[in-house]
């Protein structure tokens, strides 16, 4: 008990707690974005997805129960990077000298990453919630229906300034998915001088994907690639 409690406090257990939240969270948004693709296949083959993930389980588990056990899975991850990534930034400015100076010049990608992931991490902690409030419960929609998951992907991003909410979340979720993805590797050990540019490359790679993925599914609402149709809701 005593190791364990040491190995949570120390710098290493804080690291390792972000890179195990870390690729639940990346894992998530991946899956996410591949589930969100059925899309641009239609209104039906869209809703029978987001049908699948409401009984997913069933008739051995109520319905909803493992999606809302992912769902705290997922939610606790999340609160438990926010946790670690404060505690090291908190350590990391009592270490730091006080005559300490930022160096303002230009610097590679990763670098600004790296630099940005506070204020990042706060604003896709803000999309969560709004993304929460808008697609899930309904809450911020315009014209919510519980179970057409078709119907309210497209009115909600018919909405310019809402699509636009979203392609700039999905900018702060680049920097901060490029940055952990590589940080991560680096955390586990998997990186050494040799790999360095390798894994920066896997990280911005998968980051791309991510990003353009996600990006697209507004975009295609707006400019009509995406357009309403008669659906069927399949479940409330």
């Known amino acids: 008990m005593v190791g364990a409690l040491s190995i949570y406090r120390s710098t290493i257990g804080k690291k390792a707690i972000m890179a ?12 996410h974005m591949i589930g969100n693709l059925k899309m641009y296949i239609g209104a039906h083959d869209y809703n029978v997805y987001g049908e699948f993930l409401r009984t997913v389980g069933y008739p051995l588990f109520p319905e909803r129960t493992l999606l809302w056990i992912a769902r705290i899975v997922i939610f606790g991850a999340v609160a438990l990077h926010i946790w670690a990534a404060a505690a090291l930034t908190n350590q990391a ?3 730091r000298p006080s005559g300490y100076k930022e160096n303002n010049r230009a610097q590679p990608l990763y670098v600004y990453a790296s630099r940005t992931m506070r204020w990042g991490g706060v ?4 999309f969560i919630v709004y993304h929460i409030l808008h697609f899930t419960t309904g809450t911020l929609h315009n ?9 309210n992907v497209v009115a909600g991003f018919s909405v310019w300034w809402v699509s636009l909410i979203y392609i700039v979340a ?8 490029f940055h952990g993805v590589w940080s991560m590797f680096q955390t586990i050990g998997w990186n050494n001088s040799g790999l360095t540019n390798f894994w920066r490359l896997v990280a911005l790679v998968f980051t791309a994907i991510v990003i353009i993925g996600n990006i697209s599914f507004p975009l295609a609402v707006l400019v009509g690639v995406v357009a309403p149709e008669t659906t069927t809701t399949l479940g409330m």
């Open 20 to 31: 195990v939240t870390g690729f639940i969270w990346v894992g998530f948004v991946f899956i």
């Open 93 to 95: 400015r009592t270490s």
């Open 123 to 126: 604003i896709v902690g803000l």
């Open 143 to 151: 014209n919510f229906i519980h179970g057409d998951v078709y119907h």
């Open 170 to 177: 999905m900018g702060a979720l680049g920097l901060h998915l």
